[in-house]
């Protein structure tokens, strides 16, 4: 043990902060995820456990549209039927074999934002955090819901997400269509 033990027995333990800075956490990242709903907070949990799970190297879109699709309802009600969400969910499911297994040993990225980030997010996941807090936030917002996620990721063409969602037979601009008809508002806007 290289760590001393306190007269309580516990050893020191240095502060989530400070560890965060040390790693190389980008406190930007961590103000991001501060501006989350509950719920998205509770997605990005998940998706965190799913990329740890499946070893991969970082949070990519694809975790996220996966914890989207088994944790909130009304992202699940932006997709045509019952049975393209199963389809969808299939697919997800599958990403630790077949396909995704070359994911592992890439990172996930848009071509327009620095490959590596070392906060444990794909640059384009960390992209579509940022994207969904902007969505919110024109919306009068101050934190970013699940359906603000799902229309970011979905604006990404390059997202591992929107290569699964194409794989499951869904219309990628047919859907962010309906995303942006539902809320009433568009990314751009």
């Keep these: 043990m290289t760590r001393s033990e306190g007269t309580d027995g516990v050893r ?31 997605v990005v949990i998940g998706a965190r456990r799913r990329a740890l799970r499946d070893g991969d190297r970082q949070i990519d879109t694809a975790h996220l549209l996966h914890t989207l699709l088994e944790s909130d309802p009304e992202v699940r009600e932006a997709f045509e039927s019952g049975p393209q969400v199963a389809r969808l969910l299939g697919y997800l499911v599958q990403r630790s074999i077949g396909y995704g297994l070359r994911w592992q040993s890439s990172v996930e990225d848009s071509g327009a934002i620095p490959v ?20 919110a936030l024109r919306r009068g917002d101050e934190r970013a819901g699940a359906v603000d996620l799902l229309a970011a990721i979905v604006a990404e063409p390059e997202s591992r997400a929107v290569e699964v969602l194409g794989r499951a037979g869904v219309d990628v601009p047919v859907l962010l269509a309906r995303i942006d008809a539902a809320t009433g508002r568009g990314i751009e806007a």
Excluded at 17 to 23: G, I, N, V
Excluded at 119 to 133: H, N, T
């Design 116 to 135: 590596v980030t070392e906060d444990g997010w794909s640059p384009v996941a960390a992209g579509a955090l940022e994207v969904a807090c902007e969505r």
């Design 12 to 42: 020191d333990v240095q502060s989530r902060t400070s560890h965060q800075q040390a790693a190389g956490h980008d406190p930007v990242r961590v103000d991001i995820e501060a501006r989350l709903s509950a719920e998205l907070a509770a």
